[in-house]
DNA sequence: ATTTTGTCTTTGATTAATCAAATACTCGTT
DNA sequence: AACGAGTATTTGATTAATCAAAGACAAAAT
């Protein structure tokens, strides 16, 4: 079985590889995972010893199937976790990531099954980010519009907050653009960098870049 | 902060040490941690210059107010845990404990006082074991009486389960002689080595150690 | 007072994960 | 073609946890 250690890299290499079968970086992965660069390629060279990925020296790593598959199941993992301790234990959203970081790696798929059975088997967590299927279909990495990119006055639904840090989501939560929620983006202007929204809560104004981290879907 | 190890360690002195500050024999806690002896006075002696017990070399290991504490909150989120996850997961009592030994390491002490709300901070857990309270009172380790001491004919209830694997824990449930569940002892053959107990239910037979690894309460 | 036995401790290795610092590539620029 | 900048890999150590096998000790038996 793949120590928790394993599990954490193959899961950052998942989500950093933005495509199909791109290669990420040892450099990405060592910024991602805060180690120096050295520690990169040696657990690379033996994750890769165990099938998990393929490496390229001096190019890149790509998860094998097997690693995929791995990868997968922790996020699947992290994300019921999260959404269990926000909707069951009732604990705030801004906390949950960093419990479930630990927890992916201690709790039982036994204890997950009823885990997902009394949430309904959701399918997306605190976020917005999608729960992977036990099938382990594609994990689709947001293609749709954004609050920086969306039509202008269009009715439109908070889908997903791409930035998770403590302080973006308290802004989230303050101006109430969580996932589920109705907004119309009133303007949008590229000289100001601003984004004026309208929700039933009243107005919120943001910047271009912190826009484009709230993924959006119109009706 | 403590490596799980560290915490396992120091949870099986614990409850090896009988008594008050009785010293905990090296091979008994290679015996309980099932590692070998060598490996027991190698993580003893780092231990004890962390400050988390005393080593007599030869004669044994005792804990330091520091490490009951440690080793105490460690049994108090594990049985807060397997609680938990027969309450509210509706888990088999049968297999908590395997599922608390890995998560008793990677729950927080946020989410352990969410849980704890949420079944009402209660005093035992599934087998009976008392929960220690967060000011770490002492462990009452089973002063009273057992099915194999108690007084015969006399009313009781099922305090509580010493023997927690989970062929004899599957006998527990099949006979009903659960915690909380009112019992007497209708014989208690020395010769045949036999105690037949009369529950609600119907009847239930067992051998005398089996019968000492019940705790019970007069009423 | 020896010897034996059973328990502890030491010693020397091993595996996983990590770092710092030295070294080696690869590209894009002179 | 040579150089320099930016990455990546190697190398040599370190810490935690563990084992096997050798050695030390203390209590019990002779
Ligand atoms: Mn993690
Ligand atoms: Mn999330
Ligand atoms: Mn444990
Ligand atoms: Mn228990």
Redesign the pocket.
Known sequence: M?????EN?LKAILVHSSDKDAVV????L?EA??????????????MAARGLLE??????VRLTAEGRAVALAVVRKHRLIETFLVQVLKMDWKEVHEEAEALEHALSDRVLLRIDAILGHPTSDPHGDPIPSPKAPALDRGKGATLATCEVQRPLRVERILDQSPPFLEFIQRTGLKPGARVRVRERDHTSGIVRCELKEGEATLGLPEAAKIDVRPL
Chains 1, 2 share one sequence.
Request: proline share 10%; charged share 10%; net charge positive.
């Open positions: 793949p120590t928790s250690t394993v890299y970086a040892t450099g990405t060592a995972l805060g180690v120096t660069p050295g520690t990169i390629t040696t657990m690379v060279k033996s490496h390229q020296p001096r190019e890149g």
